[in-house]
């Protein structure tokens, strides 16, 4: 059995419904609009660092051609050290005094790392950790202390001379927050009030047509009387 959707009968239904697709959008598209402009501003400071990847090699005896080269993947070390600037590690070695000054409220252990507070960029040789925070002052202490935590800890942890880390760039004070996202939220929620209320108008279309679908059937059903002829 074959049924055929009459998608221009539910068009109608939803056109005919129209001031509930609006109140959707009106209700969907304030609200948004009206949380991202109550949040407080985030700012962004950025230092850097220099990741100097080097070959090192040995000749073996005074007059043997055979060389004895101890060589590494020079993209994969960039990769582990910049895995390394946004792992837990740097984190827990951050000193608690600066943590009790930028950690945001209810600070836990590797909130920091994992809320996208931290973010790392590679330009080639140059690793550049950005740092977001609710202050200018907080984005760039948390930067600088970051970028030289994760200087010292990568220094010690990479010992076998391949690779050696310097911090080459300090973060400057940001002057402007980061963009709120006003308008993307506002158009990204409206768009979802406009989906949500042709669901509501076509809920209510279909909810109608079985209604009426289920009075017919009643009706169908029930036993047709006949007047009984007079005396």
């Known amino acids: 059995m074959e049924y055929e959707i009459d998608v221009r009968k539910y068009?109608?239904?939803?056109?005919?419904?129209?001031?509930?697709v609006a109140l959707c959008i009106v209700i969907a598209a304030s609200t948004a609009a009206g949380l991202t402009y109550s949040?407080?501003?985030?700012?962004?400071?950025?230092?850097?660092?220099?990741?100097?990847?080097?070959?090192?090699?040995s000749q073996v005896g005074?007059?043997?051609?055979?060389?004895?080269?101890?060589?590494i993947d020079?993209?994969?070390?960039?990769?582990?050290?910049?895995?390394?600037a946004t792992s837990p590690a740097i984190e827990a070695r951050l000193p608690e005094d600066l943590l009790?000054?930028?950690?945001?409220?209810?600070?836990?252990?590797?909130?920091?790392?994992?809320?996208d507070h931290i973010n790392t960029e590679l330009q080639g040789d140059l690793l550049i950790i950005a740092a977001?925070?609710?202050?200018?002052?907080?984005?760039?202490?948390?930067?600088?202390?970051?970028?030289?935590?994760?200087?010292?800890?990568?220094n010690q942890l990479y010992t076998d001379g391949h690779s050696e880390v310097k911090l080459v760039g300090e973060a400057l004070l940001p002057y402007q927050p980061e963009p709120t996202g006003l308008i993307r939220n506002t158009l990204l929620a409206a768009f979802g009030g406009?989906?949500?209320?042709?669901?509501?108008?076509?809920?209510a279309e279909i909810t109608g047509v079985l209604r009426a679908d289920r009075?017919?059937?009643?009706?169908?059903?029930?036993?047709?009387?006949h007047p009984s002829p007079s005396r």
């Open 100 to 115: 009790q000054r930028i950690a945001p409220p209810r600070y836990k252990p590797g909130q920091l790392y994992s809320e």
């Open 194 to 203: 406009a989906l949500l209320g042709m669901l509501l108008a076509l809920g």
């Open 215 to 225: 009075r017919r059937i009643v009706q169908s059903n029930q036993p047709v009387t």
């Open 39 to 57: 949040l407080p501003p985030y700012y962004r400071a950025q230092a850097s660092a220099l990741i100097q990847i080097r070959q090192t090699g």
């Open 74 to 84: 020079a993209g994969a070390r960039r990769q582990a050290l910049q895995a390394l």
């Open 62 to 71: 005074l007059n043997s051609p055979v060389l004895n080269l101890e060589t």
């Open 11 to 20: 068009t109608l239904a939803v056109l005919h419904r129209w001031r509930w």
């Open 132 to 154: 977001r925070a609710r202050t200018a002052q907080q984005a760039k202490e948390l930067a600088d202390a970051w970028t030289r935590t994760f200087v010292d800890y990568a």
